[in-house]
């Protein structure tokens, strides 16, 4: 069986500022859509399935998240995941200039979680909250450099 990784799903509270987020970042936009029908409801096991979605893509090809807005069901709002809890918590990219991506997503309100990081002077990384709570992992290689 050949197994090949899509993407990674995002619930959001506001599909916009999230696109802003990413794309400042540097992805693009693959597309969009609204999504809703028995094929929707069968395919995520929810009743009532109607969201807007958007997929994007990292610059190499490579990596691609798809966002998603809840329009039924509403959204449930829950506590921002913190690092060690159990489960699916951050999405990571690896950057050129962690500064530079650090300052981007500060203009979204996004800001580490205590700072960047020096792992053996191999890797920047930083961890910072992006759109609707995300978690969101940056990682310079310092080896590139």
Known sequence: MVIKLENVGIAVRDLEEAIAFFTDLGLSILGRDTVSGAWAETAVGLDGNHAKIALLE???GNGRIE???YIHPQAIETEPTLPNEIGMHRVAFSVDNIEDAVAIAAKHGSYPLRGIANYQDVYKLS???GPSGII???AEDLRKN
Do not use: A, K
């Open 67 to 69: 966002l998603f807005e």
């Open 136 to 138: 969101v992992m940056l």
């Open 127 to 129: 961890y910072l909250r």
């Open 58 to 60: 990292t610059p190499d």
